[in-house]
């Protein structure tokens, strides 16, 4: 029960006393700021992992033996009910040199035997894919398509590459740049071209590259012949296997942006084919296996519910139709695939979220100094209450009221204000920017092009009752000095 | 002298105030801590990589330049402390027989790379390079196991019975169980062009023995890169071209005048390069530049981080505000007394303001040396943090750090200590003035 | 003659300071029956506010026993007391302690909220106003209803704390010192007033006061010295 008079006195305290307006208002502040930084961040985060998530399938089975083949493992796979399409994928590693010919036009320094402008700028981590496969589990098409709305934020007008969208399968499959591009490019590099431009067929395997590579090669045009070096062991006729360095040309097929930043600054993707064929397992040789290092897997939607129940069940099931013996294989989620990533920018928004944690804790001591000083100055009251009868909760209940007041008032129109100013943060920046120059949330920082936000209730609903609960723990303090005062003293006061 | 007097005074006898000065303190605590982690987090990552770099490096160069003549000429330049060329190639270590695994899923690799099969192979001259980076510090690093230590520092390439030594990155000898004396083998190719502008890869196979682990600060310079003897490289590489250079890593006299001597070294390479075809060859570079991209990527986090400490100091403002403006309140009467006694209104409003400006500079005081302690012991708090609550506040292996980074930058200490006591004055400005305005009839009638 | 409704049985007081006991009251016997009209009278420092604290159950005694209706109260747990003292109890100050952010109304008003809960309360308001303004009117305020205490005379405050005390319809009437800090025909007006509401409503009123004249209008004179009732 709270008696009658402690609202009462507590309205009349809040009303004539204009020092619980600024202690609402530091409350207000540190709410609306707590909300709009953080949905700033969770909206940076979002997107980041938005990113990961696009440029990550779904599931993957790695840690396969060497020399193992797809087939086996799709239909092992694909047997299962919550899967909805695998694709081959076959990791390796190389150097992407562009070619150089004494005639044609040189790209970087002429005649060095290596182009190395950055340590790993040449270096690449080449992801074999089976175009017509990998459509269904990861989003192909978009990384090509994205490229050109990334590259022209960063003012470079290049239309997306259309080797995804060749009719014919076969070309398709080996990512072939139309056949008068490939000429062209012969012609432009200063090598031979047998015969005319229409009787020109394409040869070249396509490469797609990440389009952070843009930055050292911004010479690159589509068809253009690129060296990939490379060292691979070779299985030999009987004896143990031999380490072989190979050299396969390819043609530069277009970008690619996942806008994961590791993914577009190392990976190259090219057909699965050629690089199998670099290895020693030429499509034609009846010996030769469907190479992978993983299968990426899609799930049906229904299956999403238990992740990690499916990938258990799928990695057994792999397991089975590996060799028997076998090291374990393993069936990763997208997120297990980046938890040195995810891990690293989840710890960046514990600490930022630790900030605003001070943050609240600063408003929660504004609170605390009004009801304190109001218990100093109303001492006198205090003891006229308890002379007329107010037991010491209800006294101490006035003030722990003024402080919920505040506290409510202060986080109901903080969180408003957070909530309005995030959804026209954009606006706001933009508007500010056009008339001061000034960003308030500088674009630049985030690579976007426009500052992601990202309202998560959870966020302000711990915020918005977070204050009030710090702030009712603050105002306890004072409320339980004026309940434990002694009536007699408090009247004597003045 | 009242002024001061009575801002003690009041001080000293409201034990609220500290209070405003607990806000200050911990704003700027907050602020010290968290961007002396960040700085700290950057310059660490710079000095690693500064650890692994030649002061400037000229690289790009033409396939016919003469190393020595080059060489003669950056020699030249008053700031050139000492040159050392090297060459520069790829390729795969493995031991014999060994099949080499794929590279590691994208996202399981270290955060800055260096776990890759395929690597740089840095042919050197031992003592030409100890004399440019600290190559010799490399191969005494403290963390590399005895048993993985180079025999003989001080020629740690010389070739031991016939075959030629390689040093490995000590991380990529222990995930691979290399140990000295192994023998590898290191895989790589040529290109030969024919006349056509066909290039045919020619296969080169050294066998090498493991002379010793090295170690700099840079776990993606460790992972990514092999030495071996430069002449061993030029033999298979360029038998026919006894000069050959790839790269030439310079040290300086004077590091501050950094760019203005890279200027300088490319005019002068340009020169050196020049047939009379205007064709401007050879590129240098500082260590900065070089890295410019690593370091841009771990730097660009740290804007966010400011906009949130701004945050807590208006916070701090609010809470400064609140307690003085309640005094100022409390103490009308005092203010009609003062005035009756002859205080201008300059005066109370000194009175006043010197209180604010005490809570501020106190706060701020604290609030630095607060904040400069915790960064100072963050490791060790880490630790304890760890030790009690099995809680890790800052993943280090993450980042390739063997502590939490602190960096405390006099300027942006001063800068934090000048922002604060801005406010501070400010929010004191107001309740002061109020004071002075305040009329003495009202305060001395009293309710 | 009557029962008494509040009694004091060998009540000692004695505060700490520092590492000293200082007796303030050492045995004090009194008793007010209802009806009676008892002043108390002494020095400065004889100990007379505080046995009225100790009356009121503002404070609880060292050691002896306060009765009210003959049942001891004074052991009661705080809670209890502040009822009980709401409920039984009526008190005026010299220093009238009305709450300055309140209207003479509202001062009144708040008496009724002590004990009453927020629903309570909000339920009876128009009955619980009508009674305040009845008081007020009664002592004689019914123009000053809507001002603050800063508004209005030392008089007026005081028959304002006189009509707060008397809204819970209390048995027992406390006034220490209620003419204290008023001019003397203003003071004879709210000696007026309260004794003839003293009689009206057949209040046990103890007054404190050092002014004999005000005393000797009482049924009773009850003298202290020291910390012990003298006569």
Redesign the interface.
């Known amino acids: 029960m709270i008696a009658a008079f402690s609202p009462f006195v507590a309205l009349r305290y809040l009303l004539t006393r204009r020092i619980n307006l600024l202690a609402m208002l530091g409350v207000t502040f540190a709410v609306w700021a707590s909300i709009l930084v953080d949905s700033v961040f969770t909206g940076f985060v979002g997107e980041i992992r938005r990113d990961v998530s696009r440029a990550t399938p779904e599931l993957i089975l790695t840690d396969l033996p060497l020399d193992t083949g797809y087939e086996p493992l799709r239909s092992a796979l694909e047997a299962d009910d919550a899967v909805a399409a695998t694709a081959p994928r076959l990791r390796h590693h190389g150097l992407l040199q562009p070619v150089r010919t004494p005639g044609g036009r040189a790209p970087g320094a002429e005649g060095a035997e290596l182009h190395f402008d950055h340590m790993q700028s040449g270096f690449a981590l080449l992801l074999g894919i089976d175009p017509l496969r990998e459509a269904a589990v990861t989003p192909l098409h978009e990384w090509v398509a994205r490229s050109e709305t990334v590259l022209a934020a960063r003012h470079v007008a290049l239309p997306a590459s259309a080797v995804l969208d060749e009719p014919d399968p076969l070309r398709r499959a080996q990512l072939l740049v139309p056949d008068d591009v490939e000429w062209l490019a012969r012609r432009r590099a200063g090598l031979r071209v047998d015969g005319a431009r229409a009787e020109h067929r394409s040869t070249w395997p396509g490469v797609l590259l990440g389009w952070r590579r843009l930055a050292y090669a911004p010479w690159l045009r589509e068809g253009d012949p690129l060296d990939l070096l490379s060292a691979a062991s070779v299985p030999t006729t009987g004896g143990a296997p031999q380490l072989r360095t190979h050299r396969l040309r390819l043609a530069f097929a277009g970008w690619f942006a996942t806008s994961y930043r590791a993914f577009d600054e190392t990976t190259a993707l090219l057909p699965i084919e050629a690089l199998r064929t670099m290895l020693g397992h030429d499509l034609a040789d009846p010996d030769s296996i469907d190479l992978v290092t993983d299968v990426a897997i899609r799930l049906h939607p229904a299956a999403r519910g238990d992740l990690g129940a499916v990938a258990r069940r799928l990695q057994a099931a792999a397991q089975r139709a590996l060799p028997p013996g076998s090291p374990p294989c393993i069936v990763l989620d997208w997120q297990q695939q980046n938890t040195v990533f995810l891990g690293a920018v989840a710890t960046e928004q514990a600490m930022m979220q630790f900030v605003l944690f001070v943050v609240m804790l600063v408003a929660a001591f504004v609170i605390y100094a009004v009801l304190h000083m109001m218990v100093v100055q109303k001492w006198k009251d205090i003891g006229i209450l308890a002379a007329l009868g107010g037991t010491p909760r209800a006294i101490g209940a006035v003030f722990l009221l003024c402080g919920v007041v505040v506290a409510t008032l202060g986080s109901a129109l903080g969180t408003a204000f957070g909530v309005l100013s995030a959804l026209h943060l954009n606006d706001a920046n933009e508007w500010l920017f056009a008339r001061t120059g000034l960003e308030l949330f500088p674009r630049a920082l985030f690579d976007l092009q426009r500052v992601p936000v990202r309202l998560e209730p959870a966020w302000l609903s711990t915020v918005a009752l977070g204050a009030v609960l710090l702030a009712l723990l603050t105002a306890l303090l004072p409320a339980r000095k004026a309940a434990r005062m002694n009536p007699v003293q408090a009247l004597a006061h003045e | 002298m009242y002024r001061l007097f009575l801002a003690v005074r009041y001080l000293l006898t409201r034990p609220i105030n500290l209070l405003g000065m607990l806000g200050i303190l911990l704003s700027v605590w907050a602020l010290v801590l968290v961007v002396s982690i960040f700085s700290g987090f950057l310059v660490e990552i710079e000095r690693h990589v500064r650890s692994a770099s030649a002061d400037v490096s000229v690289h790009r160069l033409p396939a016919w330049a003469s190393g020595k003549a080059l060489e003669q000429a950056l020699r030249d330049d008053p700031n050139v402390r000492d040159v050392a060329p090297r060459l520069v190639h790829y390729g795969m270590l493995g031991r014999p027989g060994d099949r080499p695994q794929p590279p590691p899923l994208l996202g399981r690799t270290a955060l800055h790379g260096g776990d890759q099969p395929f690597l740089l192979v840095l042919g050197v001259d031992a003592a030409a390079e100890a004399a440019v980076t600290g190559f010799a510090g490399w191969l005494r690093a403290p963390s590399i196991p005895p048993d993985l230590r180079v025999a003989d520092p001080t020629a740690p390439l010389a070739a031991a019975d016939g075959t030629p030594r390689v040093l490995v990155g000590l991380e990529r000898m222990q995930r691979e169980g290399l140990r000295r004396g192994d023998r590898v083998l290191l895989t790589t190719g040529r290109l030969q062009g024919d006349g056509d502008g066909q290039k045919g890869l020619q296969q080169i196979s050294l066998e090498l023995q493991v002379a010793g682990a090295f170690k700099t600060h840079h776990g993606g310079f460790d992972g990514n890169n092999v030495f071996v003897d430069r002449e061993v490289l030029r033999q298979a590489l360029f038998p026919d071209r006894p000069d050959a250079v790839q790269e030439i890593a310079v040290r300086l006299h004077d590091e501050s005048t950094l760019s203005a001597t890279t200027d300088r070294l490319q005019r002068l390479v340009v020169r050196a390069l020049d047939r009379g075809d205007d064709l401007a060859r050879g590129h240098v570079q500082g260590w900065r530049d070089k890295n410019g991209q690593f370091l841009r990527s771990v730097e660009h986090q740290r804007g966010l981080l400011k906009i949130v400490l701004v945050v807590i100091m208006v916070t701090a403002a609010f809470l400064m505000l609140a307690t003085l403006s309640m005094m100022v309140t409390e103490k009308t009467a005092d203010i009609g007394i003062l005035t009756a006694m002859g205080a201008t209104p300059l005066g109370v409003l000194q009175v006043f303001l010197a209180c604010g400006l005490t809570i501020t500079a106190a706060g701020v005081g604290l609030g630095l040396s607060a904040g400069t302690l915790t960064s100072v012991y963050l490791e060790e708090i880490r630790r304890f943090v760890l030790w009690a609550t099995g809680v890790d506040l800052f993943p280090l292996q993450v980042y390739n750090l063997d502590r939490v980074p602190c960096a405390l930058e006099p300027l942006w200490l001063l800068q934090v200590a000048a922002m604060a006591f801005a406010t501070g004055a400010v929010v004191s400005a107001w309740p002061a003035w109020r004071a002075a305005r305040h009329d003495p009839l009202v305060s001395l009638r009293g309710t | 003659m009557n029962p008494p409704v509040l009694e004091a049985l060998a009540v000692t007081k004695s505060y700490r300071l520092g590492r000293r006991e200082i007796p303030v009251l050492r045995g004090v016997d009194l008793a007010i029956a209802q009806g009676e009209r008892v002043a108390l009278l002494g020095a400065s420092g004889a100990g007379k506010s505080?046995l009225l604290?100790v009356l009121?159950l503002?404070?609880a005694p060292t050691s002896g026993s306060v009765r009210f209706d003959g049942r001891p109260v004074h052991a009661l747990p705080?809670?209890e007391r502040?009822?009980?003292?709401?409920?039984h109890?009526g008190?005026v100050?010299q220093?009238y302690?009305?709450?300055?952010?309140?209207t003479a109304l509202?001062n009144v008003l708040?008496?009724?909220?002590?004990?009453?809960?927020?629903l309570?309360?909000?339920r009876g308001r128009r009955a619980a106003r009508a009674a305040a303004e009845a008081l007020l009117v009664q002592v004689g305020l019914q123009d000053r209803l809507h001002h603050r205490p800063?508004e209005l005379s030392g008089g007026e405050r005081q028959r304002v704390a006189i009509a707060?005390a008397l809204l819970?319809d209390p048995k027992v009437v406390l006034a220490d010192e209620p003419t204290g800090n008023l001019d003397s025909a203003t003071a004879a007006g709210v000696v007026e007033l309260m004794f003839s509401i003293q009689q009206q409503r057949r209040l046990a009123f103890l007054l404190v006061t050092h002014n004999e004249e005000l005393a000797r209008r009482c049924d009773r004179i009850v003298r202290m010295q020291d910390g012990v009732v003298v006569g």
């Open positions: 505080t604290h009121g503002l404070d705080v809670a502040a009822r009980l003292r709401h409920r109890t008190f100050f220093f302690h009305l709450i300055p952010e309140l509202q708040l008496a009724g909220m002590m004990a009453t809960s927020t309570a309360w909000w800063a707060r819970a």
